[in-house]
C-alpha cells in the first residue's frame, strides 16, 4: 500500500507563515505530479500548486508569489512554503500524488489532510 501523511498545519495571523510537508511511503517505485490542494468549508476543493517529477511548477493564481512547492524526489516528499498568509487560505490543506507502485501500478493516492487557519 501506498500511504500519504500531511503536516505542518496550525493557527497562524494574517501574514504569517507555515511550511507544509508531505511524505508518501510504502511500495513506491516512482511519483509523478504531487501537489497540495485545498478545501474550505462549503467551497469545491481546489488545486493550490503542484510539483512534477522534473520539477515544473503550477500555481493557483492567488498563492502565485506568497507560496512555494518543492520536493525532495529522494524522500518521496512533497513541501508546501505558504507566506503572507491571509484568512481566505484558511481550509484543510490535502497531498496528492500519482503514485506508481510495485504492487499497484500507477494511482492518485490523498492524504488525511492538515488543517491551517489563519486569524484575521
Known amino acids: 500500500q501506498v500511504q500519504l501523511v500531511e503536516s505542518g498545519g496550525g493557527l497562524v495571523q494574517a501574514g504569517g507563515s507555515l511550511r507544509l510537508s508531505c511524505a508518501a511511503s510504502?511500495?513506491?517505485?516512482?511519483?509523478?505530479?504531487m501537489g497540495w490542494y485545498r478545501q474550505a468549508p462549503g467551497k469545491q476543493r481546489e488545486l493550490v500548486a503542484s510539483?512534477?517529477?522534473?520539477?515544473?511548477?503550477y500555481y493557483l493564481d492567488s498563492a502565485k508569489g506568497r507560496f512555494t512547492i518543492s520536493r525532495d524526489n529522494a524522500k518521496n516528499t512533497v513541501y508546501l512554503e505558504m507566506n503572507n498568509l491571509k484568512s481566505e487560505d484558511t481550509a484543510v490543506y490535502y497531498c496528492?500524488?500519482?503514485?506508481?507502485?510495485?504492487?499497484?501500478?500507477?494511482?492518485?493516492?490523498w492524504g488525511r489532510g492538515t488543517q491551517v487557519t489563519v486569524s484575521s
Open positions: 496528492k500524488g500519482s503514485v506508481a507502485s510495485w504492487d499497484y501500478g500507477v494511482n492518485d493516492y
Open positions: 510504502g511500495s513506491i517505485f516512482s511519483i509523478n505530479v
Open positions: 510539483c512534477s517529477s522534473g520539477g515544473r511548477t
